[in-house]
C-alpha cells in the first residue's frame, strides 16, 4: 500500500506527520510512504532524518486582511497556489496513493486538494482547538475530520465528519525514562530546564531565558537546555544575548538552534519552558514533565492559550502570559517550581491522564478504513 503524507513550515506540522507514517511503517513494513513538503522549508531536511522520502512543491498561502499590501500579497500567492495544486497533481498521478493525510501547513491545500480531485481518500487532522485557514478551506473537501480535542467538533460545519482522536506523538516519548534521557545527553543529576520557543525561535522568550541562564550561571543551581530556533542565525543571535546579559562562558547552558532529540530531551528534563503549539502539548502529555507554558499571542483565535488551559485546569502546567513574561517573572516561577519536586512530579502525572496513546492506532486505522472502502466501491 502506498500513503501520501502532507506536512510543513513548522515541527508542531511535521512530527505529527511523522509519528504516523512511523506507526504504518511499524505495522506495514511494506507500505511506502511519502511526504510533500513546501520547497525551502524545514520539512525538506526534517523529514528525510527520519528515514521517509519527500518532494517539495510551490506553497502560497492567503492573507485575511483587504489592505491593499495584503491584497496584492494575495494575488501574488493565488499563482503559487495554481502551480502548487498542478505539482501536487502530479505526485498524486505518478505516486498512487491508497490514502492521503495531511497534519497542518499551507501544503495541504494543494496536496490534499489534488487527492481529493483524483479520488484517493484524503484525512485532516487539526492539532489546536480552533482551526486555521487552511482548515477552514478544506473542510469540506476532505473525507475525514481528526481533531486533537473533543471541545473543538463543535466549531466544524459537519460535526459528524469530525472524530476525535487525540494527539499523535512521535516514537520514543513514552519509551524512555528520565535516567535514559540523561544518560543519552550525557547529564549529571543536576536538575535540567528544557526550553523552546518553537522550531522557529521566539525571540521574547529567548530574551528572558538569556536572563535566566545567566542568572544560573552565577549559582549552577540547574542545567539549562534551550533550543534557539531559526537555525544558525538564531542561535547566534542567542549567543549575542548571553554576552550582553554578561556570560562570556557558559558552563550550565546548552544553546542549539535545534532539538533533534527531542524524545530524550524532554525525558532528561525536570522542568520544561515552552510555547503552547498543539503538537509540543501532546509530546508533553506523552513524556509527562512539569511545564511552564508560554502561549504565543498572535496564534489564529488565540488557540494557543486555549490549548495551554486545557493542561492548566488538569494540573499539569504553569502559565506565563507573553505580555506577563519578563525575566524576574520567569526566574521567580522557574526557581519556585524547582524548589518543589513533589509539585513537579504532580504536573507530571496530570499531563499523563491527558495522554492518548491510542492516537496513532486510530489515525492510521481510519486511514486504512478509508482506503479499504475505495478499493470496495471504486
Known amino acids: ?52 522520502p519527500i518532494r517539495g512543491i510551490t506553497v502560497g498561502n492567503l492573507h485575511r ?30 505516486f498512487r496513493p491508497d490514502a492521503a493525510l495531511g497534519t497542518g501547513g499551507y501544503v495541504c491545500f494543494p496536496v490534499l486538494r489534488a487527492a481529493a480531485a483524483r479520488g484517493v481518500p484524503t484525512l485532516l487532522h487539526e492539532a489546536n482547538a480552533m482551526p486555521g485557514l487552511t482548515t477552514r478551506m478544506l473542510e469540506k473537501h476532505v473525507d475525514r475530520m481528526m481533531v486533537a480535542f473533543d471541545e473543538s467538533r463543535s466549531v466544524y460545519k459537519d460535526p459528524e465528519k469530525v472524530l476525535t482522536v487525540g ?20 547529564l549529571d543529576e543536576r536538575p535540567l530546564v528544557l526550553s523552546f520557543g518553537g522550531s522557529l525561535g521566539a525571540r521574547r522568550l529567548n530574551t528572558a531565558v538569556a536572563s535566566l541562564a545567566a542568572e544560573n550561571e552565577k549559582t549552577g543551581a540547574f542545567r ?68 511552564v507554558l508560554v502561549p504565543y499571542p498572535y496564534a489564529t483565535a488565540n488557540h494557543q492559550e486555549k490549548n495551554a488551559r486545557l493542561l492548566e485546569a488538569a494540573g499539569g502546567a504553569r502559565i506565563l502570559l507573553d505580555e506577563d513574561l519578563t525575566p ?51
Open 224 to 291: 539549562l537546555l534551550h533550543a534557539c530556533g531559526g537555525g544558525e542565525a538564531g542561535l547566534a543571535d542567542m549567543q549575542a544575548l548571553l554576552a550582553g546579559a554578561g556570560v562570556k562562558e557558559a558552563n550550565y547552558t546548552l544553546l542549539r538552534p535545534y532539538i533533534y532529540d527531542m524524545p530524550a530531551a524532554m525525558a532528561a528534563a525536570d522542568l520544561i519552558l515552552c510555547r503552547a503549539g498543539a503538537s509540543t502539548l501532546g509530546e508533553l502529555c506523552a513524556v509527562g514533565r512539569a511545564a
Open 328 to 378: 524576574e517573572t520567569l526566574g521567580r516561577l522557574v526557581k519556585e517550581l524547582l524548589a518543589d519536586p513533589a509539585a513537579l512530579e504532580a504536573m507530571g502525572k496530570a499531563q499523563r491522564r491527558l495522554d492518548r496513546p491510542d492516537a496513532l492506532d486510530v489515525i492510521v486505522e481510519e486511514m486504512l478504513r478509508l482506503s479499504g472502502e475505495k478499493k470496495r466501491n471504486p
Open 167 to 186: 494527539m499523535p506523538v512521535r516514537s520514543g516519548f513514552r519509551e524512555l525514562s528520565r535516567a535514559e534521557g540523561r544518560a543519552r545527553l550525557g
Open 1 to 52: 500500500m502506498r500513503f501520501l503524507f502532507a506536512c510543513g513550515g513548522t515541527g508542531g506540522h511535521i512530527n505529527p506527520a511523522v509519528a504516523a507514517a512511523q506507526r504504518i511503517r511499524a505495522l506495514m513494513p511494506d507500505a511506502e510512504c511519502l511526504f510533500v513538503g513546501a520547497s525551502g522549508n524545514m520539512e525538506m531536511d526534517l523529514v528525510p532524518r527520519e528515514g521517509f
Open 65 to 94: 486582511s483587504l489592505k491593499p499590501k495584503e491584497i496584492v500579497h494575495n494575488l501574488r500567492s493565488a499563482g503559487r497556489l495554481s502551480r502548487g495544486l498542478h505539482e501536487a497533481g502530479r505526485i498524486v498521478e505518478e
